[in-house]
Antibody, heavy 119, light 110 residues
Framework: QVQLVQSGAEVKRPGASVKVSCKAS????????IHWVRQAPGQGLECMGW????????TYAQNFQDWVTMSGDTSISTAYLELNRLKFDDAAIYYC????????????WGQGTRVTVSS | QSALTQPASVSGSPGQSITISCAGT?????????VSWYQQHSGRAPKVIIY???DRPSGVSDRFSGSKSGNTASLTISGLQTEDEADYYC??????????FGGGTKVTVL
């Protein structure tokens, strides 16, 4: 079955960078887009952008395009989200999710990676 | 583009039906039939329960149904059960560079 398994929780200082991974299994990784979604504490979902694993082409939402980098490695079926110049406000749970074959929707989600920003 | 607009909370008694609205614009919900609904239980990842406005993924209860009228989409939960207590988010494709989510609706089973 389709599974997305994310890396573990991170604690970082303000100004630091962090790289979150999302390993896919149960399907051909290069065939479907991977989205990244942020959920701040007690808040709703926010689309950060996505990557086409086959081409490596990325699309970033306006709020994230200056400090986020998405990438992928098809040889190990893994997508990455790098957050740069972290601020206290960037503390959140970050999810990866797949756009599957059935429709324009996020049909499988990772378990989420909690990023804490603390001095 | 702004997030989609949902009521903050909706409640109902077991067995009742409730409806959650999701208001967008003519550029997103009004333009595309690509509205999804996600259910998120506390401490868990979201899970899609409706996609492409009306369709249910395999394994999702038929007590969940979706609809759309103009720029507003709706999720109806029939025969409300205690296990339906969760946060619900609508989402819509809005362009080749934009996907939008609603702010979320907390469903409480009284």
């Amino acid at each position: 079955q389709v599974q997305l398994v994310q890396s573990g929780a991170e604690v970082k200082r303000p100004g630091a960078s962090v790289k979150v991974s999302c390993k896919a299994s149960g399907y051909r990784f290069s065939d479907y887009y991977i989205h990244w979604v942020r959920q701040a504490p007690g808040q709703g979902l926010e689309c950060m952008g996505w990557i086409n694993p086959k081409s490596g082409r990325t699309t970033y939402a306006q709020n994230f395009q200056d400090w986020v980098t998405m990438s992928g490695d098809t040889s190990i079926s893994t997508a990455y989200l790098e957050l740069n110049r972290l601020k206290f406000d960037d503390a959140a749970i970050y999810y990866c999710a797949r756009v599957g074959p059935a429709g324009i929707t996020l049909d499988s989600w990772g378990q989420g990676t909690r990023v804490t920003v603390s001095s | 583009q702004s997030a989609l607009t949902q009521p903050a909370s909706v409640s109902g008694s077991p067995g009742q039906s409730i409806t959650i609205s999701c208001a967008g614009t003519s550029s997103d919900i009004g333009r595309y039939n690509y509205v999804s609904w996600y259910q998120q239980h506390s401490g868990r990842a979201p899970k899609v329960i409706i996609y492409d406005v009306y369709d249910r993924p395999s394994g999702v209860s038929d007590r969940f149904s979706g609809s759309k009228s103009g720029n507003t989409a709706s999720l109806t939960i029939s025969g409300l059960q205690t296990e339906d207590e969760a946060d619900y988010y609508c989402g819509s494709y809005a362009s080749s560079s934009t996907w939008l989510f609603g702010g979320g609706t907390k469903v409480t089973v009284l």
